[in-house]
């Protein structure tokens, strides 16, 4: 046995006789981290199920609400009846703590437990100082406080609230996590202590090397740490205390879901409490591994809640699904191992398909008008058996690009990025849309365009031509939409393998622009380069005409970007004809210089 | 390589066509028909072939003076080769200065193939230019003319509004009357000048009642050009002109009547003279 084996089991030994009393279990140097022997042993003793399931005494899946309506109240929501089992007034000053027949929380100053029956108040105790957090397992209850610069970790029971030990700290603890007979403890942002539930002994402490450990989360067999930048799954292999010696993930979030973390920081003293920083998170489960490597991702994907939307990503980093919560955002999510499931800020309760998105069931906690706060689920394993609704991404993807909410502009930008990889007309008449949209903010308007161009799906050709059926018209009050980018678009098309006949009706189209006299000249450029990129020659004889017309004019004729660009389509698929007419109006000297000069640099003597 | 040369080549149907479908594009490129045998009663002097070179040398020049003047001057000869090197020079793009007047001058006698021609200049990006394609199409009763005229009056310039509103009007564009009132609707003073000058007894009815739906002073305006027309009648419409603008209570409706008056001979006595003086009298002294 080794020393600190030896000294884990005197002071477990110790606490075991004098009962409650404090020990230096938390210390800069009261511990020996990363003892991989320690950390097996610790992790044995865990009394996990065979399969995923609440922790509930009934083992039926349910979701504890914090809403404030007048007053504030607690709402236990029964997901697989689809119904409240109860709800109670209380002051829910934190994060509801899940335990075998009770919960706990914080209720004005004191933690209070409820039982999970009816939720009547089973005990109530004034705490050693101001709450940090709060967990639970079958039996007891955990809370770490803090007074001045005093840190204490004390564990109840769960039916009497009797305080059964309590361990100080040299230094800041974070929020505890109680799975299976262990409470795992954060300390000084670097350090997670693993304690025995029941006694307080210290079983094991890993120290991050190369990460943070400031982020906590257990599920009925599960337990993951990290930090800000990524996630560990807690097994024998955490004993590296390195990314790469554990089992770890950093998983691709995209830059514009940016208040994105993996879990609720244990050190932030507003996070003790149901806050936005739950709106965005990160929603994974992984595969139990004894095998080197990376984190294996169940489903080989993850999801990310993000206020009202879910996006489902592979491992890759891919987007898979989205899906938008109608009018109001989710304030809590939680991945049940087989669906996703959320409380929305107005009561709606719905869980997705992890895989796809699919709705697999949709519920409402009836609490009226109920503002939700947050919320604990104590689900896992859960799997609605109702039938899946249709998977709705391209809606959902539609639907956050025309959210007029500014908060969610970014969210705007990877909704129009996911959407541009989709092929078909439809997607390509809804990235219009965004360019018709008074109220789109302009970033996302350029984001679209660079999407439109690089888009090249031969199927958007008609969406784009019929998007050039509006003219500047004084009596009806119309101009055209996205001109510009259009065209843009439709040159994006060269080379494609488009349909004849809509080729025609886009020439058609677009000739309809080169002649209207409201195009702006930038805009005409656009055109002349849309036209002789799809045209095939059969544009010629209309840009010919475009080009004697204004070769003489004394705004077109002289534009820089105008000569170039139609010297250089008439060059493209230029045949004798074409030549010999640019060089007629290269020598004639009526020719404005800037054109001329044009002729001369894109036309070399052949 | 010569102008000549070119035009012989691809670039005439191209110039003159649309290209992609146009309602020109199938237009042919012929010339007028001749006129009519003249009977030699006076001796006039025909410019020669070499005189109409000289213009269209000019036409074609640098010296955008010299090149209008040519215009002009080729407009006003009533001859195929005169015509023929308006029709060249504008298909080979002429400035804006030099397009207008070439524009103008081709309308002088009018030709069928005309009309592609001056359509492919009413979408010109120099509005003067526009307008002058418009006005010159009035002439002609080619029905993309008209439709091309018809068109002009949803440009977004109030002058090639304008511009197409006085072609409507010239020339008799009945199907123009609609987009007319939308514009009489927005107050504009071109377009109640061409419906005045399109109004027969039933439009002048449908003019009356635009009270209230368009600005009082554009349809006083409207009612007030109609009443000075000299080939507006009988009399008794007139009185219905006159009526209609008593219903207006804008102070143009008042000098609608004066103007009537004041243009309107005493003798012999009209009805409708009458009564817009006894309801401005009423008007202005207030009723006594």
Redesign the interface.
């Given at each position: 046995m080794s020393r600190v084996g030896a000294r884990v089991i005197v002071c477990a030994a110790l606490v075991v006789a004098v009962g409650g009393c404090h020990h230096p279990v938390f210390g800069l140097t009261t511990s020996n981290d990363n003892d991989a022997t320690a950390l097996a042993s610790a992790l044995s003793r865990r009394q996990l199920p065979e399969s995923p399931m609440p922790l509930g005494a009934t083992h039926q899946p349910r979701a504890y609400v914090a809403v404030q309506g007048g007053a504030r109240a607690i709402v236990a929501f029964e997901l697989a009846a689809g119904k409240p089992a109860w709800r109670v007034d209380a002051d829910v000053q934190s994060r509801i703590a899940v335990g075998g027949d009770f919960i706990v929380e914080l209720e004005g100053k004191q933690l209070v437990a409820r039982d999970q029956a009816r939720g009547a108040v089973r005990w109530k105790l004034a705490g050693a100082g101001t709450l940090i957090g709060t967990a639970a397992d079958r039996d007891r209850a955990y809370a770490v406080w803090h007074d001045g610069s005093h840190y204490e970790i004390a564990a109840y029971d769960g039916a009497s609230g009797g305080k059964l030990w309590a361990a100080d700290a040299e230094g800041a603890l974070g929020a505890p996590a109680a799975q299976g007979g262990l409470v795992y403890v954060p300390f000084f942002a670097q350090w997670l202590s693993i304690l025995d539930g029941k006694t307080g002994a210290p079983l094991a402490r890993l120290r991050g090397i190369d990460e943070q450990i400031s982020m906590l989360h257990t599920t009925s067999q599960a337990a993951y740490f990290g930090s800000k930048q990524g996630v560990f799954r807690l097994d024998a292999r955490s004993a590296s205390g390195t990314r790469a010696g554990g089992t770890y993930a950093q998983l691709k979030i995209p830059p514009q879901l940016d208040r994105t973390s993996y879990g609720v920081d244990s050190y932030d003293p507003v996070q003790l409490a149901y806050t936005a920083a739950d709106r965005a998170r990160v929603l994974l489960r992984s595969e139990a591994t004894d095998a080197a490597g990376p984190m294996r991702l169940a489903g080989d994907g993850y999801a990310i809640h993000y206020f009202r939307y879910v996006f489902g990503f592979g491992a890759g980093g891919e987007l898979r699904w989205a899906y938008s919560h109608p009018r109001v955002e989710l304030v809590s999510t939680e991945h049940t191992g087989y669906v996703i499931v959320g409380v929305a800020a107005n009561g709606d309760v719905v869980a997705l398909e992890p895989q796809t998105g699919a709705v697999r069931f949709r519920g409402s906690l009836g609490t009226g008008a109920d503002h939700v706060l947050g919320a604990t689920f104590d689900a896992d394993g859960w799997s609605p058996s109702s039938q899946s609704e249709p998977i709705e991404t391209v809606a959902a993807l539609v639907g956050i690009t025309r959210d007029h909410d500014a908060r969610f502009d970014r969210v705007k930008e990877l909704a129009v990025q996911a959407l541009a990889k989709l092929p078909g007309a439809e997607v390509t008449k809804e990235l219009l849309g965004v360019l018709a949209d008074p109220r789109a903010p302009q970033k996302l308007k350029d984001t679209v365009v660079e999407l439109l161009v690089a888009r090249k799906d031969p199927s958007s050709l008609p969406v784009l031509t019929a998007q050039l059926a509006v003219h500047?018209?004084?009596?009806?009050r119309t101009e055209p939409d996205a001109l510009g980018p259009v065209a843009k678009a439709i040159a994006g098309l060269a080379g494609a393998p488009l349909d004849p006949k809509q080729v025609?009706d886009a020439?058609?189209a677009l000739?309809s622009h080169l002649?209207?006299?409201?195009t702006a000249t930038p805009d005409l450029v656009l055109v002349i380069a849309a036209m002789s990129a799809i045209g095939g020659g059969?544009?010629?004889?209309?840009?010919?005409?475009h080009?004697?017309?204004?070769?003489?004019?004394?705004?077109?004729g002289n534009d820089p970007s105008w000569g170039p660009a139609i010297v250089r389509a008439l060059d493209k698929h230029g045949g004798p004809?074409e030549h010999?007419?640019l060089?007629?109006v290269a020598?004639d000297?009526?020719t404005q210089p800037a054109l001329a000069a044009a002729i001369r640099d894109g036309l070399p003597a052949r | 390589m010569t102008r000549r040369r070119l035009r012989g080549g691809w670039v005439l149907g191209l110039a003159l066509c649309s290209g992609l479908g146009g309602p020109a594009a199938a237009a042919p490129a012929g010339k007028r028909p001749p006129p009519a045998p003249a009977a030699p009663k006076v001796k006039v002097k025909v410019p020669g072939a070499e005189e109409i070179a000289g213009y269209a040398t000019a036409l074609a020049g640098t010296d955008v003076e010299a090149a209008a003047k040519a215009a002009d001057a080729l407009g006003a000869l009533d001859l195929p080769a005169a015509h023929d090197a308006l029709l060249d020079g504008l298909a080979m793009g002429l400035p804006a200065t030099v397009a207008a007047p070439a524009l103008t001058a081709l309308a002088v006698h009018p030709a069928p193939p005309d009309v592609a021609a001056l359509i492919r200049y009413v979408g010109h990006h120099n509005l003067n230019v526009r307008a002058a394609a418009l006005t010159a199409l009035a002439t002609y009763a080619d029905p993309a003319a008209h439709a091309a005229v018809i068109n002009g009056l949803h440009d977004a310039a109030g002058l090639v509004r304008g511009a197409a509103a006085a072609a409507a009007a010239k020339g008799r564009i009945r199907s123009a009357i609609e987009p007319l009132f939308q514009l009489l609707g927005r107050g504009e003073e071109p377009a109640a000048r061409a419906l005045a000058a399109l109004a027969d007894p039933d439009l002048v009815a449908k003019i009356a009642d635009q009270l209230g739906k368009v600005p009082d002073a554009a349809l006083a305006q409207c009612l007030g050009y109609i009443l000075k027309r000299a080939d507006f009648g009988p009399d008794p419409a007139r009185v219905e002109v006159v009526r209609a603008i008593a219903k207006i209570q804008d102070p143009a409706a008042i000098a609608a009547l004066t103007d009537y008056i004041d243009v309107t001979p005493k003798n012999p006595p009209r009805p409708s003279r009458g009564e817009a003086e006894r309801l401005v009298e009423a008007r202005l002294g207030g009723g006594k």
């Open positions: 500047t018209d004084y009596l009806l025609a020439l058609v000739q002649d209207a006299p409201a059969a544009e010629r004889s209309a840009l010919g005409s080009l004697l017309l204004y070769h003489a004019d004394d705004d077109l004809g010999e007419l060089r007629y020598e000297p009526r | -």
